[in-house]
């Protein structure tokens, strides 16, 4: 390849857009900036270096191609000491699913076993009564005024499913729901040094309490996905330590992905319901649209707007030349509301057909997919049919995040 010719003025121009997008305006309402994104072309460097990816296309190209690998062991080590590349909970990551590439992903993904039919079934049942007690909890909140719906309802139900499904005591569930909620710092965009310590705390506490665990069910083996993975990697690993981490690893992993970006799916969701009276009927009137508004949701503001890869050869990418081990931003959020890819994309629409990045794609398509779509659907189908109207107190606060979105309440009542 020749040298590359992007000038430095386009890493400036782009630097004032993510600065608007890290205040709490941008966080609020990220998409009249995304709007800009969009208007700059399909890809343009970033201003700390790298690329940033606003096109659905081109977002949808890089996720499902393998000539792009997620930033491993092996990358971040190259990033260099003092980097936040190399903070522990980075560190920590790198070990996981999410950050692994072939061979690793695949062996590892193997061992880790699906969300099959049977599996989903099972669940449900959970799911179906644990949304019902958490409906109880917000209808008698609201007889007497308003009430939060993510502090009582769309942080619970993710915590109590996977809890459940893990066989973690209940009573863990509110300090591994905060840890999870700090831990995520290390995955953002631009995190602070505050953030980075953290998470690096949070990770520690969730290693301490997931080794305990993986050696209490090798001693104590039950009828769990735990104690499951044990014997799965105990057949192919004879280093019991190796195992017991590899194990640990696979768990953390699950929690992560099955609290955080959930516990923002159904509180979004709920937003975009309670917002409109209109939408609130048309699922009342038509439940059969139920599944459509929960992928409209996850087109329209999904719970991960940023997701990063980096070029496995040198490469041209929108037009833009692309260096081994250099690394993109793929900024989904913007992505759906591509007007390249969905017709009036800033109106919230389930009757559209659905297309989205929420779950990733290609051999990194989300593990937890079924889990998540199951607990919104379940939650949607029985709060429109068990609640009378419901409408938005306030408009909800937003954590310092951009590529993780997280709202910190949402308050309704009764309308």
Not at 338 to 360: E, G, I, N, Q, T
Not at 390 to 413: C, E, K, Q
């Amino acid at each position: 390849m020749g040298v590359a010719t992007t000038p430095s003025y386009d890493r400036r121009a782009s630097a004032s857009l993510f600065s608007r997008l890290r205040t709490s305006r941008g966080q609020a309402d990220p998409f009249p900036i995304y709007e800009e994104f969009l208007s700059r072309g399909e890809v343009f460097p970033a201003p700390w270096g790298g690329s940033v990816v606003t096109s659905f296309a081109v977002c949808d190209q890089v996720l499902r191609s393998r000539d792009w690998l997620e930033p491993d062991k092996r990358w971040r080590d190259q990033q260099g000491a003092g980097t936040r590349w190399n903070a522990p909970s980075s560190q920590e990551m790198s070990n996981t699913l999410a950050a692994l590439n072939p061979p690793d992903h695949t062996r590892v993904r193997r061992a880790a076993g699906t969300f099959d039919k049977s599996e989903v079934e099972r669940i449900s049942r959970t799911v179906g009564r644990t949304t019902d007690r958490l409906l109880d909890t917000l209808a008698e909140q609201l007889r007497d005024g308003e009430a939060d719906f993510s502090a009582l309802v769309g942080e619970e139900l993710p915590v109590a499913t996977i809890g459940d499904w893990l066989g973690l005591p209940a009573a863990d569930g509110a300090r591994l729901r905060q840890l999870t909620h700090d831990q995520v710092f290390t995955q953002e965009l631009l995190p602070s040094a505050s953030q980075l310590a953290a998470s690096d705390a949070a990770t520690a506490e969730l290693r301490a309490y997931f080794m305990d665990l993986v050696r209490d069910r090798r001693a104590h083996p039950g009828d769990d996905p735990v104690s499951r993975w044990i014997q799965t990697w105990d057949a192919m690993e004879p280093d019991r330590d190796k195992a017991d981490e590899a194990v640990y690893f696979l768990v953390l992993f699950v929690l992560l992905a099955a609290l955080e970006t959930t516990s923002t799916l159904l509180t979004t969701m709920t937003l975009l319901l309670v917002e409109s009276p209109d939408r609130w009927q048309q699922i009342a009137d038509r439940p059969d649209l139920v599944p459509a508004f929960v992928e409209e949701t996850l087109r329209y503001d999904p719970p991960t707007h940023v997701i990063s890869r980096v070029a496995a050869e040198d490469c041209f990418l929108g037009g833009m030349e692309i260096r081994k081990d250099e690394m993109v931003h793929l900024m989904v959020g913007a992505a759906g509301r591509d007007p390249a890819k969905h017709a009036a994309p800033d109106r919230f629409d389930p009757l559209r057909k659905p297309a989205h990045l929420a779950f990733s794609g290609g051999i990194h398509y989300c593990l937890g997919a079924p889990l998540a779509r199951l607990e919104a659907q379940t939650l949607l189908r029985q709060l429109v049919r068990r609640l009378p109207r419901l409408t938005l107190v306030r408009r909800p606060s937003m954590a310092p995040r951009v590529a993780f979105r997280r709202l910190l309440n949402l308050d309704v009542a009764l309308a």
